[in-house]
């Protein structure tokens, strides 16, 4: 099963999908049963349903917190948002940069467990929390240079030319490119071992995700908001 077959929450509830489908399938689920205290590894063949009868849990607290997971697409977006550099700002801000400071920090916990218990199996990522962490720092730097110095200047001054600092931005958005590569690299393209567990399966579907969304989030900013504010050529 992939994300895009999981039910939509509007309409069909996760209740009957075991907590491990969910896990593997639905990145960034692991945060919410972590918090809730379900357990998606050894416990993944109960249903979303049992488990939280079986903890006395609110089940449409727990689809509710899933449901709101999958974040908006950029294709969704009108046209004229991505014409209108307040709006494609907020989507940013929003679609992209909310969800990173969100996300990454669940992925290295989920790196830190599958390094600590899967240490002497030959296809562990060793090293791959460490990375994580160090891509999330220049993450988080990176994203408070743009919405506090960049983004007000943009928001301040429509059409204004704003080449120097925009050229900082695409330089950072390689520098993170190449860190992705690296990421990739130690986990060979995210592929899994037949007998990874859950958590490991969940950590890879959640790098996949942050790899989409990444590319994405960068595409956004170099292709659609930065030529806005630079030199024509």
Not at 34 to 50: I, K, P
Not at 122 to 128: K, Q, R, Y
Not at 205 to 221: N, P, S, W
Request: charged share 25%; net charge negative.
């Amino acid at each position: 099963m992939h994300t895009q077959d999981l039910p939509a929450s509007s309409s069909s509830p996760f209740a009957g999908l075991p907590l491990g489908q969910l896990a593997r399938d639905l990145p960034g689920s692991t945060a919410v049963f972590r918090r809730h205290r379900l357990d998606f590894c050894c416990g993944g063949d109960m249903t979303l349903e049992a488990a939280a009868q079986a903890r006395q849990l609110d089940l449409a607290t727990i689809e509710r917190e899933l449901s709101e997971l999958s974040p908006q697409s950029l294709d969704d977006t009108p046209t004229d948002t991505l014409h209108d550099p307040d709006a494609l700002i907020d989507l940013i801000v929003s679609r992209f940069h909310d969800v990173h400071r969100r996300e990454l920090p669940e992925l290295i916990t989920l790196a830190a467990k599958v390094e600590r218990v899967h240490k002497d199996h030959a296809e562990v990522p060793a090293g791959l929390a460490a990375l994580l962490q160090e891509m999330l720092d220049e993450l988080q730097e990176h994203m408070q240079k743009e919405e506090q110095i960049l983004f007000p200047m943009m928001r301040r001054n429509p059409g204004a030319v704003l080449t120097p600092p925009i050229s900082r931005m695409r330089a950072e958005h390689d520098d993170h490119g190449r860190m992705l590569q690296r990421v990739q690299d130690l986990t060979r393209d995210l592929r899994l071992p037949a007998e990874a567990c859950n958590t490991w399966r969940a950590l890879y579907a959640g790098l996949d995700k942050f790899t989409a969304d990444f590319m994405q989030h960068v595409h956004t900013e170099n292709n659609i908001l930065f030529p806005q504010f630079e030199e024509q050529a």
